[in-house]
């Protein structure tokens, strides 16, 4: 969409900012389908009013303050020295002070009928509202939130990380440690570290106790939770305290993680005895207090306070209520809120107020968000649903009336449902067919006696429920099962809940920007330059950025706060010869934070320059790369599961700087859309490693100009390293660009897929490896679906190096016989090679190939790791010092004289939103592959 189209887009939204009055609001839902018919109302969470009516008042929470004020600071503020008042959650945002309770509807519940655990939804089309609910929610909608501000609390467990630690205050192992002046005191009950499985009513968090320090000016004194990680890896991280008036509002927690440590203040006056959110971060395995810890000091601005210190926990775990057949075996965020809620502390009124687990989790889901409210909180809740019965298509929302289905002038539910309500739906409908589907049905706005939305048991703040797609109707299900489209929707819920918000308050509305685009680093003279452009431009997307923030890692995964930069570059200086840096960049605005670019890392070479270049071409993220679970055990047979961290999760080129670092060779990094825009030159390089993982027909594993840059590089006697699963099928058996397979790869594509995930050695330069597998498919890895099966090309002189142990060629080598130039392709994936040290031993193989030596020992002063690039922020305007290993400096991208960086791809791949999804029946392998290959270059 052009710019003139971006400002209808604009005005479009704009109509809904004067919607105030709920006369209004109906007026505009009448009018947005006059003569649709009704949409069916599937039972998703239909309950009769008497049901709600006749259950027990919603309790306060244990120490819950009446009537705090609504000035009152915000819960979490994450504090960053080196970070300016612009950005995500602590640092401002559109949602900024906002409360968002969030349900991600269903999940497994004990059914005493049939005596086992059981999804609420069954199986259509290969896909579980249950689980593709709780997927979106906590992959997309709540990141999305909390990067515009709001202090976001799930109703079901929202960390996807089936490993979970808890350290009390009561553990008695050494993992509670007091230090200074004076000691920790009782506090009264608290939380307790209970056997599990849980049987019962049992309550966690009446089941121990807690202590309390006083608050002083200056820190005299600090407790710490030391952690004991089950497994590498990224977690939620939170805290629990009690809760009282004398409480400080300015709690001061400390993070230690393994990408540094992270401060926090927490206004402890509010949502005690409860999980409490800090953050997510990266940890390694073990025990390291110094990089794996929770510390709670007493220094605070609020004289004659307390603090509490209770319990810490991080990761979401596995199921642990016993309901009278064992626990439901399954991740703890696929259980329903029923179970949650009875381990966040709430009591059984709460959960337990019918017979029936499934008919408890109806209300339990809104009850909880009223038990967990506190007076004074500005808080909407949210419901994501998906609905039923087929041939139904599109998007329907609902607030509460007295009827299975009726008018928004039956609306009996929290005045501001209804405008919650319109704001969200008109923002859903406008995004969908703006970048996705410009018929999508809009199937309008209604009212029901949804118990998820009945002010009986909710009647603290505005609600409203989504049934966003069909996931019975085989046209919306192919839609869900797309990560875009899921991501599209839960952007255009959290921006309509900033719209809701902005049109209440009268303010003006300002939308968080998209990730900046063609990030890229080099080094010159041990110098890393980081330099990226503005955002692509998005249809459905934000407000144009103000500054950046670029975050620093030393291995790709763990990053430290970050820094705030005007410009599109910074300069990081104080890197020793040898020291890899990553980093991956933010755009900001008044609106918050989007999303991470690319990440890009570097280790910085002992000469000039570094001689290889890492690319990262593997954009694709659509429904056909989804994971195939068989929960066939709880009657759901083969299900598509939309899990990030298995399909795209964007960190497969620190797997490629890993492997080039263990050889000894540095190495610069570049997003392979730097390279199409012409801001990398690959003729500085003696070799370029470009992976494209499992791209095809419609991302392209390389398109025109990417070829044209490559061809003129091989031509000119580069080395090149191409890995990826679909290269050979996109390229030559579609047609896209077969000259380029045999003139530049010099290969030719055999066959679609070697059924095989196992390869051996047959030739140089790979004599003598071990046998390997390409099976990875953990996080940080992926299933190759398909990988191609080549042959040398005809004439070519090409030889076949690695051969699939079902036969076929894995990988085929060339070298120029009168030049330099030489290829390696392989038919899979070098990021899904399993294991560290196989990785390592096949690219020192590729390296020695191409001719690449290890850089020569460093000498002099710089020998050694160095204090590594300075976290200080960036500047404004011509070239600021940040810090004293940062320069920020403004302008567009002067390429230094000689680049250096490893790229890393985004947690959240964010291209392309607007191109059409690539259909799949998501039912066997090779029917899943046809009907994808028919469908995708759409």
Known sequence: MGAVGHAARRRARALVAGAAAVTAVASAAAVAAPSRPAPPVAACGIEDPRVAQAAPPVPRRRGETPGLAASAPPLVRRIAPARRAVGRGAHGGALAGKTVYVSAGHGFTWNATVGAWRTQRGNTHDLVEDLVSAETVDQFLIPYLVNMGAYVVPVREADLNPNRDIVDDATDDGRFVAEGSPAPADDGVGFGVVAEPIAGDVNPFESGRAVALPTTAQETARVTWVLDVPERGEYNVYVAYVQRPDRASDAHYIV???????????????????????????????????????????????????????????????????????????????????????????????????????????????????????????????????????????????????????SVDEFTGVPGSLELMDAIHRELIGDIRAAWDPEWTDRGQHTAYFGEVNPNHNPEMPAALFEVAFHDTAEDADALR?????????????????????????????????????????????????????????????????????????????????????????????????????????????????????????????????????????????????????????????????????????????????????????????????????????????????????????????????????????????????????????????????????????????????????????????????????????????????????????????????????????????????GGARTLTFGFPFETISGESARADVMARALAFFGVDPDPPPIGPDAGAGAGADAGAGGSGGEVTAGCGCRATSGRRPWPASPICVFFAAVWTIRRLSSRPRRSSGRSRRSRRSTRRATSAR
Do not use: C, K
């Not at 500005?378 to 007295?402: C, E, I, K, L």
């Open 256 to 406: 230690r993680h393994a990408g540094g440590e992270t401060h926090f203040r927490v206004d402890q006056r509010r949502h005690g005895s409860t999980w409490v959110r800090l953050g997510r971060f990266y940890f390694d395995a073990g025990v390291a207090p110094n990089a794996g810890s929770v510390t709670l000091a007493n220094d605070s601005a609020d004289a004659g306070t307390t603090v509490s210190a209770d319990a810490v926990r991080i990761g979401g775990g596995m199921g642990t209520i016993d309901r009278g057949g064992g626990v439901s075996g399954r991740p703890m965020f696929e259980n329903a809120a029923r179970y949650y809620a009875q381990l966040s502390g709430a009591p059984p009124s709460v959960y337990d107020y019918t017979t029936a687990d499934g008919n408890d989790d109806v209300g339990t889901r809104s009850r909880f968000a009223a038990w967990d409210h506190e007076d004074g909180e500005d808080a909407v809740y949210v419901a994501w649903h998906t609905n039923a019965p087929s041939p139904a298509r599109g998007t329907s929302s609902f607030a509460y009336g007295p009827s299975a289905y009726g």
């Open 482 to 818: 797309d990560p875009r489209f899921r991501r599209l929707a839960a952007r255009a819920i959290a921006q309509g809940v900033a719209r809701y918000f902005a049109a209440r308050d009268g303010a003006e509305l300002v939308l968080p920007p998209e990730p900046p685009a063609g990030v890229s680093a080099t080094q010159a003279g041990g110098v890393v330059t980081l330099a990226w452009r503005p955002p692509e431009p998005d249809p459905a997307g934000g407000d144009p950025p103000d500054a950046y923030v670029v975050y620093l890692s030393g291995d790709g995964h763990a990053f430290d706060d970050g820094r705030v930069v005007d410009g599109e570059r910074l300069e990081l200086t104080g890197l020793s010869p040898g020291e890899a840096v990553y980093a991956r960049v933010t755009a900001i605005n008044a609106g918050g934070e989007s999303l991470p670019s690319p990440v890009v890392g570097a280790r910085v070479a002992t000469g000039p320059a570094a001689r290889v270049l890492v690319v990262g071409g593997f954009d694709r993220l659509d429904g056909a790369m989804l994971v195939r679970e068989d929960l066939s055990a709880y009657a759901l047979g083969t299900v598509d599961r939309g899990l990030l961290d298995r399909i795209n999760d964007g960190s497969y080129a620190a797997r490629h700087g890993a492997a080039i670092a263990a050889a000894g060779v540095s190495f610069d990094g570049a997003d392979h859309t730097a390279v199409a825009a012409g801001d990398v030159d690959l003729g500085r390089y003696d070799l370029v490693d470009w992976f494209v993982g499992e791209e095809s027909t419609a991302d392209v594993p390389f398109d025109g100009a990417e070829r044209a840059a490559i061809a003129a590089f091989v031509a000119g006697g580069g080395g090149l390293f191409v890995s990826g699963s679909e290269i050979g099928w996109a390229l030559e058996d579609r047609g896209l660009a077969p000259g380029f397979v045999a003139d530049v790869l010099r290969a030719a594509f055999v066959a679609d897929d070697a059924g095989t995930y196992g390869v051996v050695a047959a030739g140089e330069p790979f004599d003598g490896l071990a046998a390997l597998a390409f099976d990875d498919r953990g996080p940080g890895g992926y299933d190759a679906e398909f990988p191609d099966v080549w042959a040398p090309a005809d004439g070519s002189g090409a030889v076949v190096a690695l051969r699939y142990d079902g036969g076929g060629g894995a990988a085929i080598a060339w070298r120029d016989p009168t």
